[in-house]
Nanobody, 115 residues
Framework: QVQVVESGGGLVQPGGSLRLSCEASPSIFRFQFMSWYRQGPGTERELVATITMRGGDTFYSESAKGRFAISTHDAKNAVYLQMNSLKPEDTAVYYC????????WGQGTQVTVSS
């Protein structure tokens, strides 16, 4: 059984930064790719960023391009989402998702961007 667990959410002022972490067990390499999704108040869950486990190819939503960066730490079985220049509209619950031959969703971590 594979699991993913997020951490790192919190309250940040507009223009600030946060780094979200997602730890996979037993290994991130059980997945073909890992993604971050988010769901804001009254909105549907949307894809933010994806990274492939082999090759490290990345994909970003238009809203994330230039501000967010997805990366992995193989030894820690972790995937990160570095979020910079945060805006109030980035407020959402952020979910980690591992996909491919097996799939797993995390429980989500709240990010609130507010002054």
């Amino acid at each position: 059984q594979v699991q993913v667990v997020e951490s790192g959410g919190g309250l940040v002022q507009p223009g600030g930064s946060l780094r979200l972490s997602c730890e996979a067990s037993p290994s991130i390499f059980r997945f073909q790719f890992m993604s971050w999704y988010r769901q804001g108040p009254g909105t549907e869950r949307e894809l933010v960023a994806t990274i492939t486990m082999r090759g490290g190819d990345t994909f970003y939503s238009e809203s994330a391009k230039g501000r967010f960066a997805i990366s992995t730490h193989d030894a820690k079985n972790a995937v990160y989402l570095q979020m910079n220049s945060l805006k109030p509209e980035d407020t959402a619950v952020y979910y980690c998702y591992g996909g491919g031959y097996v799939n797993a969703w995390g429980q989500g971590t709240q990010v609130t961007v507010s002054s």
